[in-house]
């Protein structure tokens, strides 16, 4: 699967490079590449990825006491529906993917003038990470870039209501609440220094010890709390992810981008009127990986939701560079760079081990 992920971002480059001279034909091209990722996320091999086993068992087991503390009732409902039919998880796995790779290329129609640039970046990390792997974040973070959409364009009401439907697929979606505080104007230089000492504080946390504060305790959170707990449990028996290195060289390389874009807010928010919603949660994907450390996979997985946004602001880079193949070629080495880690994840080392 891992050789057929390459080549399909290679074919998605190649359609980037040439993107203004098959304008004829690029509603066909795009929806055909996505119809192709959906039946590769869905018809991949259980066991080829860290989670699609779990998944398999909670699907065949969806009637267990305790599996509605490991999922949310929608994908038990789903499992319910689809056991009546086939025992086969394979068709589960075309359901997510239909709507994890389906929101995800509708929003970057509606986010980004380009129609396969932010694709090139999408397949090089998060094809694999959410709709391969975390598939119910995966419709969530389909959701929320279109939130984004809808909270730019002042449709608030709008925007919530997805917000609810996000919660069925993944509860994290509530942390998505605070995207309701933020203005999308743009940001003033005082505004943007404010925004770019969350980091440092981030790391200043970090080695004080921010786990302190919750005494290492996290049932009395509302409605999560237990699954929390749950995540911490399977944490320490070694069940999940035990550490991260938030000076790890994607880390820094993550940071440094950021502030690349955050310096060129200017330039960027001429062509992209979501900017300032999009660089503040890119901010928060950062911080809440190094400050939430001390818990690797809160810290992890509120990240990567975070920093989705990253789609459609990697593309951005573009408008950074002159002449435009520079800065097209800038965008392809950072999605290259993103695909040595994710390919791992799929049982293929793409250029060294990480």
């Not at 860290?50 to 398999?56: A, K, T, V």
């Not at 980004?112 to 694999?128: G, R």
């Not at 660089?279 to 920093?307: H, W």
């Not at 791992?344 to 990480?354: Q, Y």
Request: proline residues 3%; aromatic residues 20%; contains cysteine.
């Amino acid at each position: 699967m891992g050789y057929i992920v390459v080549i399909i971002v290679f074919i998605a480059v190649l359609l980037s490079l040439i993107e203004d001279r098959i304008k004829k034909y690029r509603l066909f091209l795009y929806i055909t590449l996505s119809i192709v990722l959906i039946l590769l996320a869905a018809l991949r091999e259980v066991g080829i990825d860290p989670d699609s086993e779990n998944y398999e068992y909670t699907f065949l087991h969806y009637d267990n006491p305790d599996a509605l503390d490991k999922v949310e009732y929608t994908y038990l409902l789903f499992s319910r529906i689809i056991n009546f039919f086939t025992n086969d998880v394979h068709a589960l796995f075309l359901l997510y993917a239909f709507f994890g790779v389906g929101l995800k290329f509708i929003a970057i129609r509606k986010l980004s003038p380009f129609w396969f640039l932010p694709v090139v970046i999408y397949l090089s990390y998060y094809f694999v990470q959410h709709e391969c792997m975390q598939i119910r974040t995966g419709v969530l973070s389909g959701i929320l870039l279109l939130i984004i959409y809808y909270l730019g364009e002042g449709m608030r009401r709008k925007a919530f209501i997805l917000l609810c439907i996000g919660t069925l697929f993944h509860y994290s979606a509530l942390i998505l609440l605070v995207l309701f505080l933020f203005s999308n104007k743009p940001m003033s230089n005082k505004q943007r220094i404010t925004w770019a000492m969350f980091i440092p504080a981030a790391y200043a946390m970090y080695l004080l010890g921010f786990s302190l504060i919750f005494g290492g305790s996290f049932e009395s959170i509302p409605y999560i709390g237990n699954k929390i707990a749950l995540y911490q449990a399977a944490t320490e028996k070694g069940m999940s992810v035990a550490s991260i290195n938030v000076f790890s060289p994607l880390q820094i390389f993550t940071i440094f981008l950021y502030y690349y874009i955050l310096y060129f807010h200017d330039t960027i928010i001429e062509k992209n009127k979501y900017f300032p919603l999009m660089i503040k949660f890119f901010n928060l994907g950062i911080f809440s990986y190094v400050a939430f450390a001390f818990f690797p996979v809160v810290a992890t997985r509120f990240s990567m939701l975070f920093q989705v946004v990253s789609i459609i602001l990697y593309a951005n880079i573009y408008y950074t560079f002159r002449p435009k193949w520079a800065g097209i070629a800038v965008i392809i080495l950072i999605a290259m760079i993103h695909l040595n880690y994710s390919l791992p994840n799929i049982g293929l080392t793409f250029l060294w081990e990480v």
